[in-house]
Structure formats: structure tokens, C-alpha cells
């Protein structure tokens, strides 16, 4: 089975800091790298599918980059509302499952 | 507008079953592939189940595996997740999720499973 690590676990930032999520995999996945967005008592939001591309409606400051085993998610100019746990999430192959990462709670410093 | 409704949820005896339903609407329900994936209290995001869009095909995780069974009904636009042998770690919120190329692009709000003497 392929598994997904996610650093750090926690983050603490401020409103207009750039932060970065690092993802890494246990094997390659190529680009078949999600990333969620999830708000307290909310269901996951897609934010980026395949590595790099960023789902309809995102605001332009979230990107997402890598290929292999190792990807980013960054997130250019912290805003008020970005303030949530986020999670990787392979889908390279769906007999295996589609795994998450542990998640990333990005904390308001 | 495309909406998932999970319902079923609720509390169970440790051993026991539940069936979950999620009704899809907003759109063509047979064309997509689709995802149980369930939060524990506190927790983070953990797979369960996927299905492919004819029901022809379903994957689990090892967690679950020989005790829940994940089917759907494209003429009604539901999918459904049958639990049995219920244990204390299947306690969760559970979502369905509308899958596109990989990714979940839509969810349910969840239904929350808690299992409990």
C-alpha cells in the first residue's frame, strides 16, 4: 500500500505570511496528487488536483507542485479564512485506496 | 447544483450493522465513480470504500475489508454502505464523495456512526 506523509503536522502563521505543506509518498505516484482544504465541522474542499491544478473556484493563491514521491502545497499570502487543516491525498492507484495524509493544521500565530 | 445527503448514521452495539445511503442529485449520477471516506472524532481523513460508476467494481480499505460492503442503485441515484461487525474504531463521521478522475471534487456533509454499549 502507498503511504502519504504530510509536514509538519502543525503550523502556526500569520495573515499575508506565504507558508508551504510538504507531502512525500511512499513509492511514486506521478502526479496523482489531491490536495483538500477542511474548516472545523466542514466536509473537505478540493483545492488541487493533479499535483498542479487548481479546481474551479480557488483563489489563485494556493498552488501545488511535484511529481514522483515528493509535492508541495503553498499557499502565497495567508488570508484570514486559509486558516484550516489540510490533507494530500494520492490517487495513483484505486485498488491500493486512495490515501490521505495525516493532515497539516495551519494555526493563526 | 450538484448535492450528496448521507443518511443512516447513528448509534450501534459493538458486532452490530448499520446501512448507510447517500442520495446524488444535480448530476449524471451513472457516469461517476464514487468514495466513502470517514473521519474519527479528532481525526484525520481515512479512505474507506470506492466504487466504480456501474457498480461493477469495488475497492476497500484493509480496515474494512470483509465487513462492509459498498454498493449503488443508478436508477434511484444512491450509493449505499452496508457495515456489519461493527467495532468501536468504525466510530466516525462518514462522507460519500463524488469522484472525477481521481479526485473528490463533491461531498455529503456526512452522517455520524457511533459504536457503543
Known amino acids: 500500500d502507498i503511504q502519504m506523509t504530510q509536514s509538519p503536522s502543525s503550523l502556526s502563521a500569520s495573515v499575508g505570511d506565504g507558508v508551504t505543506i510538504t507531502c512525500r509518498a511512499s513509492?511514486?505516484?506521478?502526479?496523482?496528487l489531491n490536495w483538500y482544504q477542511q474548516k472545523p465541522g466542514k466536509a473537505p474542499k478540493l483545492l488541487i488536483y493533479?499535483?498542479?491544478s487548481l479546481q474551479s473556484g480557488v483563489p489563485s493563491r494556493f498552488s501545488g507542485s511535484g511529481s514522483g514521491t515528493d509535492f508541495t502545497l503553498t499557499i502565497s499570502s495567508l488570508q484570514p479564512e486559509d486558516f484550516a487543516t489540510y490533507y494530500c491525498?494520492?490517487?495513483?492507484?484505486?485498488?491500493?485506496?486512495?490515501?490521505f495524509g495525516q493532515g497539516t493544521k495551519l494555526e493563526i500565530k | 447544483e450538484v448535492q450528496l445527503v448521507e443518511s443512516g448514521g447513528g448509534l450501534v452495539q459493538p458486532g452490530g450493522s448499520l446501512r448507510l445511503s447517500c442520495a446524488a442529485s444535480g448530476f449524471t449520477f451513472n457516469t461517476h465513480e464514487m468514495n466513502w471516506v470517514r473521519q474519527a472524532p479528532g481525526k484525520g481523513l481515512e479512505w474507506v470504500s470506492y466504487?466504480?460508476?456501474?457498480?461493477?467494481?469495488?475497492y476497500y480499505a484493509d480496515s474494512v475489508k470483509g465487513r462492509f460492503t459498498m454498493s449503488r442503485d443508478n436508477a434511484k441515484n444512491s450509493l449505499y454502505l452496508q457495515m456489519n461487525s461493527l467495532r468501536a474504531e468504525d466510530t466516525a463521521l462518514y462522507y460519500c464523495?463524488?469522484?472525477?478522475?481521481?479526485?473528490?471534487?463533491?461531498w455529503g456533509q456526512g452522517t455520524l456512526v457511533i459504536v457503543s454499549s
Open positions: 493533479a499535483a498542479s
Open positions: 513509492q511514486s505516484i506521478s502526479s496523482y
Open positions: 466504487i466504480t460508476s456501474s457498480g461493477s467494481t469495488r
Open positions: 464523495a463524488r469522484v472525477w478522475l481521481g479526485f473528490s471534487d463533491f
Open positions: 491525498q494520492q490517487s495513483y492507484t484505486t485498488a491500493s485506496g486512495y490515501t
